[in-house]
């Protein structure tokens, strides 16, 4: 893979067009679509669910990232296999039962990742980031796009890389929340190495453009 792999956010793509932005995003150097399933429980809002997530896979030529903002995930965590899901996030603070959810994705063939809130520390995975395929650190509170990032994060980052050389080499941290063309190479620079971005993406004047420039962290 080559890095930084580039997740844009449909959370802010237009929902009465969406085939358009997906043929977009099948055309440019987005290495993945990132897909931000809410419940209003987890977080106050409420995004979208299976139906969306089936259609967006017919047509997506590319892995589909879904970040789960909801309690309970275990529930579900075949259907959205059969959904259409290629990497499964699920949050620290929504897992009672954290080794076990991921053994879960991973058994339905998915790859395993777990978000961290801005308040929660990188430390409390230390037992489990050898089992993890990637760590999505939260850079906004999670809920809204077009929120923004949060200074902390670059801390976070490079302590996760620290704990990544020692435990997990191939681990893939991925930031989302507030990502633009203020920070994204300082990210990288620090250890990031999947973007997430919504509102710079979608609310720019040529998505096709941004996305290239995040890839090629050339603004
Ligand atoms: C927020 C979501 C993000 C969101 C990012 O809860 O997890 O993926 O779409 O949007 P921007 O890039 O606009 O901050
Ligand atoms: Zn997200």
């Keep these: 893979m080559n890095y930084p792999i580039i997740s844009p956010s449909l959370l802010s793509a237009d929902f009465n067009h969406l085939g358009n932005d997906i043929e977009m995003l099948n055309q440019s150097e987005a ?16 995004s979208f ?15 589909l990232d879904v970040h789960l903002m909801i309690v309970e995930p275990d ?71 077009g929120q923004k990032y949060i200074e902390n994060t670059y801390k976070k980052i490079a302590q996760l890389k620290e704990m990544a050389a020692q435990y997990n080499p191939d681990l893939i941290i991925e930031v989302d929340g507030g990502v633009d063309a203020g920070n994204a190479q300082k990210l990288v620079e620090t250890g990031a190495n999947a973007l997430v971005a919504g509102s710079f993406v979608f609310g720019s004047d040529n998505p096709t453009e941004t996305i290239s420039k995040l890839k090629n962290l050339r603004f």
Excluded at 33 to 42: A, Q, S, T
Excluded at 51 to 63: D, N
Excluded at 113 to 124: K, Q
């Design 31 to 46: 290495d993945w679509l990132h897909l931000d399933i809410m419940d209003g429980v987890f977080v106050p809002n409420i």
């Design 49 to 63: 669910g299976f139906p969306i997530i089936s259609h967006v896979k017919k047509l997506a030529k590319k892995p």
């Design 75 to 145: 529930r579900y965590i075949a259907q959205f296999k059969k959904a259409g899901a290629d990497y499964l996030t699920v949050h620290y603070e929504a897992c009672k039962h954290l080794h076990r959810t991921v053994q879960a994705i991973k058994s339905e063939g998915m790859k395993a990742g777990v978000s961290l809130n801005p308040h929660t520390p990188v430390a409390v995975l230390e037992d489990i980031l050898g089992d993890l395929d990637l760590v999505l650190l939260m850079s906004v509170n999670p809920g809204f796009g």
